[in-house]
């Protein structure tokens, strides 16, 4: 349901321009899959906005930090924990090592294995990234008091339990 373009028509269009009107919902906007959409791709285009200098993607992001602080994991460990395909890892793998910001290593007790560690430059980079998030964090923290943080945030684990 790629409806991001729609949206923004939505919210751009005006009566003085030659745009077409907004569509029509017919309750769709009561949808929670809807809206479970559309608080994606603004959580998305936000998080994209703040890690734009530092040129990490979300699962870029989430797989130096998982490598820092699980040194010597495995790329299939990785995979299996973040629910990707072998070949989607190794590609994400593939650019974090060609930046300098995670290193491969034989296994000295399986020599089949490769384990994953941050370099220097990896850790500098994810201490920018862990400042860009605490801002994101707290940019999507705002929604909300916190009562209905902590109901919003127990709603969210129980798609995920």
């Avoid at 040194?71 to 299996?80: D, E, G, K, R, T």
């Amino acid at each position: 349901m790629e409806q991001t373009s729609t949206r923004r028509e939505r919210k751009s269009a005006s009566p003085a321009t030659s745009e077409k009107p907004a569509l029509r919902h017919n309750k769709l906007d009561d949808n929670v899959g809807y809206q479970l959409r559309w608080a994606y791709v603004a959580v998305r285009r936000h998080f994209e906005d703040a890690m734009a200098r530092l040129d990490l993607t979300q699962k870029q992001t989430g797989v130096l930090w998982l490598i820092d602080a699980n040194p010597a994991v495995s790329q299939i460990a990785l995979a299996n924990e973040l629910g990707m395909d072998r070949a989607s890892m190794m590609a994400i793998v593939d650019r974090l090592e060609e930046r300098g910001l995670i290193v491969r290593k034989r296994s000295a007790e399986d020599g089949r294995r490769q384990e994953l560690y941050v370099t220097a430059k990896g850790r500098k980079v994810l201490a920018q990234a862990k400042t860009a998030i605490h801002e994101h964090e707290k940019w999507m923290s705002s929604k909300f008091n916190k009562a209905e943080l902590a109901a919003f945030m127990e709603g969210l684990r129980r798609f995920t339990r």
